[in-house]
């Protein structure tokens, strides 16, 4: 069964620190792992998107890892702002066309002043 | 201004009621997706649709259905059947192109209660 996993479920960080969230999977077969962002009451909004091949990209503050002989992948926020105060879902996509996503819970993250 | 739209914002049913949401799009893209969010879950797809006139169901069709007979739209219904319909509903739009890189672009949802 294919399967997102996310740590922590929520995290709760002072602005200007920095934070590191986890998704490990067991999806086959792997077509890429990408990283949304989703506001309350919003839609989710795409940070990265990664290939097998890929192991590591970077959107600003936000920069993704990714290890597929370990099925891990971690979203690294620097100098965190009041703003990043979101829900941070790992999704893996699990067909060849690349359009069938398997969608992790989400990491909760409360940026406080 | 260009996007996906869905409406309404916040919808009221009664038990026994159908009720249809929105979802509209201007990009031109050819696939188009709804997926159901519950609090603490990972989004789950309930149908989905690579062009007009044809759709398939996704992993909970249940009590869901849906047309496409335009390009821009992809309306779902909510029916009585569906035992649990309370949620957050998201519709998804993505381009035609190389698929490792077939992104979903995500409307603002649409919640649902169940009075």
């Known amino acids: 069964k294919n399967q997102v996993e996310q740590s922590p479920q929520s995290l709760i960080i002072l602005e200007g620190k920095n934070c590191t969230l986890q998704?490990?999977?067991?999806?086959?077969?792997?077509?890429?792992l990408r990283w949304y962002k989703q506001d309350t009451g919003r839609g989710p909004v795409s940070l990265t998107i990664?290939?097998?091949?890929?192991n590591t990209k970077s959107n600003g503050r936000y920069t993704a890892t990714l290890d597929a002989d370990t099925k891990q992948s971690s979203l690294h926020i620097t100098a965190s702002q009041l703003s990043d105060s979101a829900s941070y879902i790992c999704v893996v996509s699990h067909n060849n066309a690349g359009n069938m996503l398997t969608f992790g819970g989400g990491t909760r993250l409360m940026v406080k002043p | 201004d260009g996007g996906i739209t869905q409406s309404p914002k916040y919808l009221f049913r009664k038990e026994g009621q159908n009720v249809t949401l929105s979802c509209e799009q201007n990009?031109?893209?050819?696939?188009m997706y709804w997926y159901r969010q519950d609090p603490g879950q990972g989004l789950r797809l309930i149908y989905y649709?690579?062009?007009?006139?044809?759709?398939q169901k996704g992993d909970i069709a249940e009590g869901y259905s849906v047309s496409r007979e335009k390009k821009e739209s992809f309306p779902l219904t909510v029916t009585s059947a569906q035992k649990n319909p309370t949620a957050f509903y998201l519709c998804?739009?993505?381009?035609?192109?190389?698929?490792?890189?077939?992104?979903?672009?995500f409307g603002p949802g649409t919640r649902l209660t169940v009075l």
């Open positions: 998704c490990n999977y067991t999806v086959s077969p792997f077509s890429n």
């Open positions: 990664m290939t097998f091949s890929e």
């Open positions: 998804a739009s993505s381009p035609p192109g190389l698929a490792f890189y077939n992104e979903q672009f």
């Open positions: 649709s690579q062009i007009v006139n044809d759709f």
């Open positions: 990009l031109n893209h050819d696939a």
